[in-house]
T-cell receptor, first 109, second 113 residues
Framework: GDSVTQMEGPVTLSEEAFLTINCTYT??????LFWYVQYPGEGLQLLLK?????DKGSNKGFEATYRKETTSFHLEKGSVQVSDSAVYFC????????FGTGTSLTVIP | GAGVSQTPSNKVTEKGKYVELRCDPI?????LYWYRQSLGQGPEFLIY????????DSGLPNDRFFAVRPEGSVSTLKIQRTERGDSAVYLC???????????FGDGTRLSIL
């Protein structure tokens, strides 16, 4: 069945460091891919999405590219801020949603 | 507000009791999803409604769990004979249609003593 595997955390970075959170997926069809973020004390929010191969999703300085050949959707940001501290979830949708286990990111000043 | 609303935000009850969790989706969203999230895990799919019908209930763990959406808007997740292992945050999400990005509620934290 469909599934998502993402890099385990926790991840701790200094402010302005480069961030990569790896995500790979298994799917029988052609799913859409998403990154959701959960800030402390808040609900899940959509961060970015890509609906087909080679699409790049971007938002708030974060980017992820849908790579069909490597079945990956890695999340990147060039310079993280303290306010980016949160838990990040990779997800895929082929009508049902499948979420990864989440990666906790802490950014220290 | 305009977002997905879940009530109650917290529920504490004793083992063996019956509980109902309510979800009020964004107006006009035809797809509604229930998930369960345990500590340190991602949301685990339970059931998905398209309109009034359950399009996919393959994630419900056993027959103690049931959900309805009688008028295609508000949904209720019902758990009978609760067990301590049912303790988790239950999340509801809605989207304009299936496969589109979901908007999540803040969840109901269920604790079974």
């Amino acid at each position: 069945g469909d599934s998502v595997t993402q890099m385990e955390g926790p991840v701790t970075l200094s402010e302005e460091a480069f961030l990569t959170i790896n995500c790979t997926y298994t799917a029988t069809g052609y799913p859409s891919l998403f990154w959701y973020v959960q800030y402390p004390g808040e609900g899940l929010q959509l961060l970015l999405k890509a609906t087909k191969a080679d699409d790049k999703g971007s938002n708030k300085g974060f980017e992820a590219t849908y790579r069909k050949e490597t079945t990956s959707f890695h999340l990147e940001k060039g310079s993280v801020q303290v306010s980016d501290s949160a838990v990040y979830f990779c997800a895929l949708s082929d009508h049902q949603f499948y979420f990864g286990t989440g990666t906790s990111l802490t950014v220290i000043p | 507000g305009a977002g997905v609303s879940q009530t109650p935000s917290n529920k504490v009850t004793e083992k063996g009791k019956y509980v109902e969790l309510r979800c009020d989706p964004i107006s006009g969203h035809t797809a509604l999803y229930w998930y369960r999230q345990s500590l340190g895990q991602g949301p685990e799919f339970l059931i998905y409604f398209q309109g009034t019908g359950a399009a996919d209930d393959s994630g419900l763990p056993n027959d103690r769990f049931f959900a309805v959406r009688p008028e295609g808007s508000v949904s209720t997740l019902k758990i009978q004979r609760t067990e301590r292992g049912d303790s988790a945050v239950y999340l509801c999400a809605s989207s304009p249609n299936s496969g589109q990005p979901q908007h999540f509620g803040d969840g109901t934290r269920l604790s079974i003593l």
